[in-house]
Nanobody, 122 residues
C-alpha cells in the first residue's frame, strides 16, 4: 500500500514561512507534486519535482516564493513556502505519479496524501 504523509502545516502570519514535508513509502522514481485546495475552490497545482530533483515546475501564483526539493535517501519531498499570503491558505496535498514530466502540472497523479492545513493570517 502506497502511503504519502504530509506534515508541517500550521498557522502563520502573512509574510512568514513554513516548510511542508511529504514522507513517501514508495520508490524515488516517482514525480512528486504539491497541490492545494481552499474551501469552495477546486484543487490547484502548486509545483512538481522530477525523480532526480533536477527539474521543477511551479504555478505562477507561487513562483519565486515556494521551492520544492526532495531527499531520495529519505523518500521525502519538501515544500518551502516563503512570503506567505492569506490567499495561500488551503489544505496542501502531496501526490506521486509515474510517467513523463509532461502533465506534471495536471491532477493526474496516481497516489495522494491526506493533506496538511496551512492558514495564513493577515
Amino acid at each position: 500500500q502506497v502511503q504519502l504523509v504530509e506534515s508541517g502545516g500550521g498557522l502563520v502570519q502573512a509574510g512568514g514561512s513554513l516548510r511542508l514535508s511529504c514522507a513517501a513509502s514508495i520508490s524515488s522514481i516517482y514525480i512528486m507534486g504539491w497541490f492545494r485546495q481552499a474551501p469552495g475552490k477546486e484543487r490547484e497545482f502548486v509545483g512538481a519535482i522530477d525523480w532526480s530533483g533536477g527539474r521543477t515546475n511551479y504555478a505562477n501564483s507561487v513562483k519565486g516564493r515556494f521551492t520544492i526539493s526532495r531527499d531520495n535517501a529519505k523518500n521525502t519531498v519538501y515544500l518551502q513556502m516563503s512570503s506567505l499570503k492569506p490567499e495561500d491558505t488551503a489544505v496542501y496535498l502531496c501526490a506521486a505519479r509515474t510517467g513523463g514530466w509532461s502533465g506534471s502540472d495536471t491532477p493526474y497523479y496516481h497516489y495522494w496524501g491526506q493533506g496538511t492545513q496551512v492558514t495564513v493570517s493577515s
